[in-house]
């Protein structure tokens, strides 16, 4: 089968469509026959070396280390095998999965992947699987970053990045919570981003901490940083408030007695069959920018690299 993989990081170039031994799963896995797959931040950064360079997988060509390493973590797709003990998930099913690790030999973008089934869910009935392939990575992210912020209902939450995928579900789960959300983006998206349910919306490159304290006098509840804006975002939250960033390594000083975190995702069998029951019930909406051949994995990348998109890119193969 084929497999996008990484050898020597760099550029986009860098990304290389091999011929790879397809894998058998084993006990608790599922073998998913791949109809899409999505480009996220992390495939950038471990195609690029990052996550080797941050010490969250083995540095390429260190002793031990795999000759190549398959790129991916967003799958939608078909079960075409399992293995011993999984009950739940049969060939043939529609599902969506993600794949946390990030020192595999094929990952998501590839002909199949192997999974663990609890990493795997029924994929939404109402989305293809370009659309669903943008859900696990990021809907999982939102989700779970707002289980941290733990806001109460009526509680004011700043969503940076909101016209973003991640920052986007945010804003959804967070209205769906009973939150009211103050959301920050390009001045060009604030139809978009009110449409998910916003309050209030300011624009990016205003002084965040002034703007958002007129909307929301003393300071909002909680913020959840899509973008990565760090102190600048803090400086919204009141005291005794909640922050979190999307990166875990990346989270600024819990200065005013903010509680600081930043959330590390994890693969959930259950949250991921929530997100998909939302999909289905229209309160959720999964966002394409441009579907791609598997093999313009390179292209891909390279697109990603130019910004401005919303929604993800895809590559089916």
Do not use: C
Not at 132 to 139: D, E, F, K, R
Request: without cysteine.
């Amino acid at each position: 089968m084929r497999a996008v993989t990484v050898t020597t990081p760099g550029g986009p170039e860098a990304l290389e469509v091999r011929d790879v031994q397809e894998p058998a799963p084993g006990p608790g896995q599922v073998r998913i026959r791949v109809a899409a797959a999505a480009v996220n931040p992390v495939d950038v950064a471990v195609r690029a070396g990052f996550m080797a360079l941050g010490g969250l997988m083995p540095e390429f060509g260190s002793p031990g280390a795999r000759e190549a390493v398959g790129i991916g973590w967003d799958v939608a797709g078909t079960v075409d095998a399992v293995g011993a003990g999984v009950g739940h998930l049969a060939p043939g099913d529609a599902v969506i999965g993600l794949n946390d690790r990030l020192d595999v030999p094929a990952g998501a973008y590839a002909d199949a992947v192997v999974l663990d089934a609890g990493a795997v869910a029924p994929a939404p009935r109402t989305a293809d699987a370009a659309h669903a392939a943008t859900l696990p990575l990021n809907g999982l992210t939102a989700l779970q970053a707002l289980d941290l912020l733990a806001l109460e209902p009526g509680g004011t939450l700043l969503v940076t990045g909101a016209a973003g995928a991640v920052g986007g579900y945010a804003v959804e789960l967070a209205v769906l919570r009973g939150l009211r959300v103050v959301a920050t983006a390009g001045a060009d998206d604030e139809e978009l981003v009110r449409g998910f349910g916003a309050e209030h919306f300011v624009p990016r490159g205003e002084h965040l901490g002034d703007a958002v304290r007129a909307v929301v006098p003393g300071g909002v509840d909680g913020a959840l940083d899509a973008a990565l804006l760090k102190v600048g975002a803090l400086e919204a939250v009141r005291g005794g408030g909640a922050f979190v960033s999307v990166r875990g390594d990346t989270a600024p000083p819990p200065l005013r007695g903010i509680r600081v975190t930043g959330v590390w995702v994890r693969a959930d069998a259950v949250q991921l069959g929530l997100l998909a029951a939302l999909v289905d019930a229209g309160r959720l909406t999964p966002r394409v920018a441009e579907v791609l051949p598997l093999a313009e994995a390179a292209k891909a990348h390279g697109r990603f690299q130019e910004g401005g998109l919303r929604g993800r890119l895809v590559l089916v193969p």
